[in-house]
């Protein structure tokens, strides 16, 4: 399984960003998967999660997000995406996507930098 994250930036607070994450060798439809972040010295953290459709569908969110954060995936084009909207300096991390319960290698990750 490959990903390759994009799309993150530096941005000032109240600003927004769309990250997308592109897998390949995967059956994409087949998996749910997830968007996490890290910051130096932490461990990554789950912060949203698609289901697959074959399950419902359905949408996680870390309780962080409190509405900020939509995640979607694109099946037909093994694209997960993350928007981010009224983004705080606190949302500054590198963020990654990945499969959710397969426990795959990190990819590069994207770097969100969030100026106050």
């Known amino acids: 399984v490959q990903v390759a994250e994009s799309g993150g930036g530096s941005v000032q607070a109240g600003g927004s960003l769309t990250l997308s994450c592109a897998a390949s060798?995967?059956?994409?439809?087949?998996?749910?998967m997830s968007w996490y972040r890290q910051t130096p010295g932490k461990e990554h953290e789950l912060v949203a999660t698609?289901?697959?459709?074959?399950?419902?569908?359905?949408?996680r969110y870390a309780d962080f997000v409190k509405g900020r954060f939509t995640v979607a995936r694109d099946d037909a084009n093994n694209m997960l995406t993350l928007q981010i909207n009224a983004l705080k300096p606190e949302d500054t991390a590198r963020y990654y996507c990945?499969?959710?319960?397969?426990?795959?290698?990190w990819g590069q990750g994207t770097q969100v930098i969030v100026s106050s």
């Open positions: 990945r499969r959710t319960t397969q426990g795959d290698p």
């Open positions: 060798g995967i059956m994409f439809e087949a998996f749910h």
């Open positions: 698609a289901r697959t459709s074959g399950s419902g569908g359905g949408l």
